[in-house]
């Protein structure tokens, strides 16, 4: 092994070799000057090389430098002082890592640095916290911590704090308080002088029009500079599209939504802004959540969470379209997983859209599993959730489960306060989605109240919506309930008051058909709980065929469409209580089939029925030898 001095030495030229190539590899002359004891050389080296990775795109290698050369204890005060400032602003407009918030949250406790620089850096741990790593209470508080401190002596910098605050996905603060924090930004953004940060305000104030639904929104992303020459205010414009883009989506403009996440994402990657790339990415998967583009959905759901495991804040859309499809299939056990398994974004933490969406599937979830209960409590804290931030488009994904949770529990009062204070905030909204959840639940309210008659026409209203936009789940959705609450009303002799009441909602052919389709809908989508669900309906109130002969079609060692359809349920992780509840079935009925299914099929556990499931036999209706289908749910 080579003495200290000698190995110095040899670290020493190896330096002076590489100052001279061209261009200077400067990571590596970076490595000899630090190890030849050349301190302030190899700062200037790691300046040097992380700013030609910035330049090339490669914002985690000049992360790792900078977070490298900052840990180490032999760096001066001053050149911590530079060099900090850089890391932070890679890193807002990078992927941080978790030693990256370690070393900006140890510098901004340097009372030894000025108050403008400790403000400088504070401001971009506030947004990595908030916008990487999902702790907005802790960022929120940076934010305006730096905001203070930045506000006389760099009015621009104050301007980007309080721009920051003014955007009202981060829970905790009420939209009027979103309001005031952009007012302010606005009034330092214009005292800065700074187009930059003026840019950065403007594409905050899009932001915010668009996330409450307000159609001014739209116009306000024409005036951002997409073209300009300056990279800061691309990358600023960047975000304003995509964040746009974002709430597009949710309010139900899929259309823009596309053209924004096309302009948005081009913009970032010739920008120079990963961050935002990686939440527009985020974006696309929920547009095609919405759309119905389901094909490879799920694999590209957990490739996206792979990619951004150690950043919750990014991964959440992914996790909850991907609990989302698996509640569709009937997986509820990888449902709860996705939703709300300790790798999700907590409740407090996540995105107020996300936290509210997630919220419904969850109530939906505890429906499907008879436990209204649960569901009610989770339904009523979700609603407080949203009544708190008032920004009430964001409410869609919530409203149809948690006011069936409420009215099921028994509280109809309370369910229909929560459609009244729904209509109350969409006011003067332009929101497709969100109009169209406020028919849907007050279908469900009457549905629930036994008043089928009334339902159908809210659900047709809600279908038609969905059919526009086009969200073919939710429209299949509530075109089976329409049609549910149909069949529900003739089987109960609606179809007498309704002539008398000279409507045209009832009709049991129509119904039928429409719910047949709904299947056919659910079956294409790959939504095997919701199309297993509407086949059972249908066959509680379709009639018998006429000239259909006796006793039990004759499958051999095929499954019967019956049996198929159990274990396609049973495959998923559903118990024989759930499925019996989905089918309207009995649960010993349930295990019947089950149990044929695994015999046919040679399986030894409900697991490996999805591995091993063959094409179901003849396609004509089961009848088991004996009663009809009776109130217990058995054939």
Request: aromatic share 4%; with cysteine; charged share 25%.
């Amino acid at each position: 092994m080579l003495p200290g001095p000698v190995r110095r030495e040899l670290h020493a030229r190896a330096a002076d070799v590489l100052v001279r190539r061209q261009p200077v590899p400067w990571t590596a002359l970076a490595g000899h000057r630090r190890e030849a004891g050349r301190m302030r050389a190899w700062l200037r080296a790691v300046e040097q090389a992380a700013a030609l990775a910035t330049g090339a795109g490669d914002h985690q290698h000049a992360i790792t430098l900078l977070e490298q050369a900052l840990a180490s204890p032999d760096i001066p005060r001053d050149a911590r002082a530079e060099l900090a400032p850089l890391l932070a602003d890679i890193a807002v407009n990078g992927l941080r890592s978790d030693q990256t918030v370690e070393v900006l949250s140890q510098i901004v406790e340097d009372e030894s640095l000025p108050a403008v620089l400790r403000g400088e850096i504070r401001l971009d741990l506030g947004l990595l916290l908030c916008n990487q790593v999902g702790m907005g209470g802790t960022g929120w508080t940076e934010l305006e911590r730096a905001a203070a401190e930045l506000r006389s002596e760099r009015p621009g910098l104050s301007a980007r704090a309080m721009s920051a605050l003014a955007m009202p996905y981060w829970p905790g603060s009420s939209i009027d308080v979103h309001r005031a924090w952009l007012e302010g930004a606005a009034v330092a953004a214009e005292d800065s002088g700074d187009e930059v940060v003026r840019t950065a305000v403007r594409a905050n104030r899009a932001g915010l029009a668009m996330s409450c639904g307000d159609p001014e929104g739209w116009d306000l992303l024409k005036s951002l500079p997409t073209d300009h020459p300056d990279p800061g205010i691309r990358r600023h414009a960047a975000r304003g599209l995509c964040n746009a883009a974002d709430s597009a989506v949710w309010l139900g403009h899929f259309e823009g939504a596309e053209d924004l996440l096309r302009e948005g994402l081009e913009l970032s990657a010739r920008s120079g802004a990963p961050y935002t790339e990686h939440t527009a990415l985020g974006a696309r998967l929920l547009l095609e959540w919405f759309t119905g583009r389901w094909t490879g959905l799920a694999e590209r759901c957990e490739e996206f969470v792979a990619a951004t495991a150690d950043m919750p804040v990014i991964s959440a859309d992914a996790r909850m379209v991907r609990g989302m499809l698996a509640l569709s299939q009937g997986d509820w056990g990888a449902s709860l997983s996705w939703l709300a398994g300790p790798d999700a974004s907590s409740a407090e933490h996540a995105a107020a859209p996300l936290a509210a969406a997630t919220s419904g599937a969850l109530v939906r979830l505890a429906l499907a599993r008879q436990d209204v209960t649960a569901a009610a409590e989770e339904s009523r804290s979700a609603w407080r959730k949203a009544a708190a931030k008032g920004v009430w488009v964001w409410a869609a994904e919530l409203v149809p489960w948690a006011v069936e949770a409420v009215a099921r529990a028994g509280d109809a009062e309370g369910a229909r306060a929560m459609l009244e204070e729904l209509s109350s905030g969409l006011a003067e909204v332009d929101a497709p989605s969100a109009t169209a959840a406020l028919s849907w639940g007050r279908a469900v309210l009457a549905e629930v109240e036994g008043h089928p008659l009334e339902a159908v026409p809210l659900y047709r209203e809600a279908a038609a919506v969905f059919d526009r936009a086009p969200r073919p789940y939710a429209q299949a959705l509530t075109a089976e309930g329409a049609a549910r609450c149909t069949l529900a009303a003739v089987a109960a002799g609606g179809r007498a008051a309704a002539e008398r009441q000279g409507e045209a909602v009832v009709d049991a052919s129509r119904a039928a058909d429409e719910l047949a389709g709904c299947a056919t809908r659910f079956t294409e989508l790959g939504a095997v709980w919701d199309a297993a669900r509407a086949r059972a309906e249908l066959r509680r109130h379709q009639p018998a065929k006429e000239g259909r002969p006796p006793g039990r079609p004759a499958y051999g060692g095929l499954l019967s469409p019956r049996e198929r359809e159990v274990a396609e349920l049973a495959s998923a992780g559903l118990t024989n209580k759930e499925i019996a509840a989905t089918l309207h079935l009995s649960p010993r009925t349930v295990e019947q089939h089950v149990a044929r299914a695994m015999r046919k099929l040679g399986t030894p556990s409900r697991q490996e029925l999805a591995e091993r499931r063959e094409p179901a036999g003849p396609e004509a209706p089961e009848r088991m030898t004996g009663a009809p289908v009776g109130t217990d749910g058995t054939e």
